[in-house]
């Protein structure tokens, strides 16, 4: 395993500090925004800090699945709204432009992760905040949790593939439902319109993230294999049947030459 960074010990002033804590353990990698004093609003440095901690879990072959939480009670409310005031002064600025995608491309990096993702949203998502939830591969809520789209109500246009993002989950209807009528969904709702993977109560859901990721975490090497591939068939765009096949054989072949014939014995490898 690379360098392990334990969460920071709680301070009394640790809550005033807008940062990301990172912890890595037994092949799982989490990623915990910070601010909750802001319900977790994403400043440029948190932005910077997600770049970097992206750039560990691709360098780490021993790292098999990544979970995306947050402090507090409230998963993310978008980027932090003073960023957002300093770009709206001169929009159209290299420097104004710089801080709304430092934002939107550290959510990229976490949607290219080489590794299965998961997003735990306690309490609502909005903005910004419902694509870095969006971003993963896997979007694990609570069932009265709201997710909601959010750019409308701030009288702005949706940034960072929102509207992409949520079409792939959602579909049309639902997308327009949210982006342009301020339609929330509960977590599960989300659920039933396939937003999210699945709907847990409070007390229950970080067992069941950690539960979600343990099997990818167990053989990173596979598990990484399996998801270029799905990545490769099912895009955007998706591809045929038969090219899917040929996608899939030379990666399986790979595997089974890896296991080895005796590990197919029922009694288990034989003795020389």
């Known amino acids: 395993m690379t360098a392990v960074t334990p969460p920071p010990a709680q301070s009394s002033d640790d809550t005033e500090t807008a940062t990301v804590h990172i912890r890595f353990d037994a092949g799982i990698a989490r990623l915990t ?57 001169d929009p159209a600025s290299p420097e104004a432009v710089r801080r709304t995608s430092a934002v939107y491309e550290s959510f990229v990096r976490v949607g290219s992760l080489p590794v299965p993702t998961i997003s735990v949203v306690i309490g609502g998502a909005v903005g910004a905040g419902l694509n870095l939830a969006m971003a993963a591969d896997m979007l694990v809520t609570t069932p009265d949790a709201t997710l909601e789209s959010g750019f409308l109500a701030r009288r702005i246009h949706p940034g960072g593939g929102h509207l992409s993002l949520l079409g792939r989950k959602v579909g049309w209807s639902t997308t327009i439902a949210m982006a342009t009528c301020g339609v929330a969904l509960t977590g599960a709702e989300a659920v039933e319109r396939g937003l999210a993977h699945a709907a847990v109560d409070e007390s229950e859901i970080v067992e069941y993230a950690n539960a979600l990721a343990a099997p990818a975490a167990e053989d990173p090497e596979l598990t990484r294999r399996i998801l270029q591939s799905a990545r490769l068939e099912l895009g955007p765009p998706a591809i045929s049947w038969p090219s899917a096949l040929e996608i899939e054989r030379g990666v399986q072949m790979w595997s089974m030459s890896r296991k080895g014939k005796q590990a197919w014995s029922s009694r288990g490898p034989q003795r020389a």
């Open 33 to 89: 925004l910070h601010n909750p004093r802001r319900k977790n609003a994403i400043t440029l440095d948190m932005a910077a800090a997600i770049g970097e901690f992206c750039d560990q879990v691709a360098a780490d072959p021993t790292i098999g699945a990544v979970i995306v939480d947050a402090s507090g009670r409230y998963f993310c409310s978008g980027a932090d709204t003073r960023d957002l005031a300093a770009s709206s002064a």
